[in-house]
């Protein structure tokens, strides 16, 4: 039985999976409460992805450049876990695919690319984004080096402060990264005048990096976001639709299990879609998302329209979420410190396609422990989510006696995270649980807010 | 044509190249200067290893349980650097063999794992060594999680306080690190006493990993090496044997240069070796080892014998060297700046096997960020010495209008060493090129240590 499964080159999926088509969405909301015209968008994006956006044709053609692109590091390996297995003495299989690999590390630049490529064919010259880890940022900047377009990214000056190395790498790949909020926008001067030392957050972040693409006069410079949105989410697929071919390979009709972290839901999606599919369809799979239990918004948040962003300037959207004004704990998986949810990932949800799980955050740690001395990788601490829940399922499968299957996305390494290992080893870090009193007055504020019908 | 070639977990090699084979080497030379009898090294070393370093058996074994530990990620992919030969355009075909893909980020897991393996099949219950960028240091704390063995690492302060995220990868898997010189070994205590803030060299890390050795009263405490030694290039060998299948499975018999960063020649040995016996045996290979013009022990130092550390404590060897008081500039590439070399690489070089290039720090930062915006990932600055001479190569081949086919060992990612890259990109660093005199001064020195007849 091998460790590693490959595909070929000629193996690589041609074509998205897009959820949409399988899935009863709501609408977004325009500020007046009525639902977005798709056009509204087109001063922050491209046609072509604005399309994409709203789109509900089930199979989409991934551009022929785009998969070039992708050579550097996909199809990515689907690996199997067996020197866990064999820790946890385990009967489960437990496989996994293994997002770390990429140039910039993570799953991002799987929606980066296309992103670019998109824009790039529009005539877009230049993008902005926002970025608090720094993920998103850097997979933008690696994207925008290989098309060839400009790359300006708002980094939340706290973040910006405490890794100043993900700057370095959105430069060496020839992007621009300023600490926001910054003097490159009104929006930010004008929250410098009245606090010259404010930390930033991503709503700023994402208010400035609007301006930037807006207020160029030209019209070439657009907006780019790293999850949440649909077309974000399909482009992600290719994670799953490459798993299956692996599994298929070595003989697995399917999984009896899917894992994956989720914050915005882009990795998750991208592992569970093609599943969540199957399961539409009939199939017997348990896929579960893992959200930290200090912001728990797929099993403790509400179901409703709420801005995406801290500052309410976006598109009000139906999902899962905690209150755009929450704000939580300063945990190290920055990436999935997001007050709401991918709302194609909320709708299977309230599908009861897939079964959300919240993990505290110790416990991811000491996971990602057990990971790196049996299996190697420092990964992560969005990933590390993704193992504690893998390590449950696969003790469980030993409880039962079951030789169940389980899939699991790694969702990138954790070379630029190593602050939060060091906390945790030197018994710094410390559980946070979310007092059910932030979530009554999250209810409160979001009645005020459209409902869902 | 694919970019990555892979092969099958069964496609492993078997066994390692040992090149002593295959050239006539000098022997090492104990303090007394006589030739060296092995038993005096067993203090320091297990027996089974020493038998490796002295060995002239052409192929080694490699156990079957190393190569389980090997399948996380060997065999290692070789890929083709199409996205860099376009932008050169060159009608060069370039393949690198990519070592950043292990847990540990570099090639050196490679002797780690088997070092580790040997030594727990000996009986030792804990490793010592020193480590100074921190490669070596946190591949052997990984290796010793694996086989289950106590691992303890003098770090050279300096770069312990410059990189304190080396530590933690180190903690991560089990393993301790400290700052080096410590209150934990005489050594340490004297040199503290002397000067407090004393920030550490490779001498004394060295001088306190041995000490930490062979003072432990129950015998199973060993030292180990990450480079230079004759054991630790047989181990690297796997490099240039899978690189040799993978390119027969696309129909390439042959290189027609091959390229590899030299310090110590851990990496180069890996890459070359296998490719330097073809050479003996009449075919023709332009085998490139790369050096730092900072540090250019191959290109301008002096064959003959030498110590391996600083402080004079090790076993005079054959080799290239500045002599052991040169202390190289503060480069980057902190795993180049070694005032020695392999004693096989250096005898490879003294039989014309090899044709050894210096290059200057600035060059290869510029060829960093040249593979960063075409190829994608972020390389070691080690690494990157490689790809300089890559770049020189192919540009050459363009010029004289030749398809020749380049193969270069990428020894490791930079995620730990983006310190350089922010320095090159914000224009703070320069070149130095080596004065004469301190080479005028190395030869004095080394005329009052035995010479080679």
Not at 19 to 43: C, E, V
Not at 87 to 113: M, Q, R, W
Not at 255 to 282: L, M, T
Not at 390 to 415: D, F, N, P, R, Y
Request: hydrophobic share 40%; charged share 20%; aromatic share 8%.
């Amino acid at each position: 039985m091998s460790v590693k499964i490959f595909l070929d080159e000629s193996e690589i999926p041609r074509q998205w999976y897009n959820i949409a088509a399988d899935i009863k969405t709501k609408p977004p909301l325009g500020p007046d409460g009525k639902p977005l015209n798709p056009q509204s968008l087109a001063a922050v994006f491209p046609m072509n992805l604005i399309e994409q956006e709203v789109s509900t044709q089930r199979w989409i053609d991934i551009p022929e450049e785009v998969i070039e692109m992708f050579y550097r590091w996909r199809p990515s390996p689907l690996k199997r876990a067996v020197y866990l297995e064999k820790a946890l003495d385990t009967p489960a299989k437990i496989f996994y695919k293994d997002e770390s690999v990429s140039p910039a590390g993570s799953h991002k630049p799987n929606s980066a690319i296309p992103q670019a490529w998109y824009n790039k064919q529009f005539g877009t010259k230049m993008l902005t984004t926002e970025t608090g880890a720094g993920q998103w940022g850097s997979a933008l900047a690696f994207a925008c080096s290989l098309v060839g377009l400009k790359c300006k990214v708002f980094m939340v000056r706290i973040s910006f402060d405490q890794k100043p190395f993900r700057k370095t790498m959105m430069q060496t790949w020839g992007g621009e990264c300023v600490a926001s909020p910054s003097n490159d926008t009104a929006f930010g001067r004008k929250i410098l005048q009245e606090d010259p030392s404010c930390p930033g957050s991503l709503g700023i972040a994402i208010s400035e990096a609007v301006e930037a693409a807006v207020s160029d006069p030209t019209g070439k410079t657009k907006y780019t976001l790293g999850s949440v949105l649909n077309h974000v989410m399909l482009h992600q697929t290719i994670i799953g639709l490459e798993a299956k071919k692996q599994l298929a390979k070595i003989g697995i009709k399917k999984p009896d299990i899917v894992i994956g972290c989720a914050g915005g839901g882009s990795n998750f999606s991208g592992i569970s879609f093609p599943f969540a599919h199957d399961v539409i369809n009939g199939e017997e799979i348990t896929i579960i998302p893992v959200e930290p239990a200090s912001c728990p918004t797929l099993t403790r948040g509400i179901y409703t329209y709420d801005f995406g962003d801290c500052a309410g300037l976006t598109p009000l959207l139906p999902m899962h979420t905690l209150g755009h004004n929450f704000l939580p704990e300063p945990i190290h998986a920055g990436g999935l410190r997001y007050h709401g949810m991918s709302p194609l990932v909320s709708q299977c949800v309230v599908d009861g396609l897939m079964q959300p799980r919240a993990i505290a955050q110790l416990e991811c740690y000491r996971a990602a422990i057990k990971w790196a001395t049996t299996e190697g990788g420092i990964i992560a601490p969005e990933s590390s989510h993704a193992v504690a829940a893998t390590i449950q399922e696969a003790l469980k499968a030993k409880e039962e006696g079951k030789e169940k299957v389980i899939l699991m996305s790694l969702s990138g390494h954790g070379h630029m995270d190593l602050m939060g290992y060091e906390k945790f080893l030197s018994g710094k870090l410390e559980d946070h649980s979310l007092a059910q009193e932030e979530i009554e007055k999250a209810k409160k504020e979001l009645e005020n807010l459209p409902q869902i019908a």
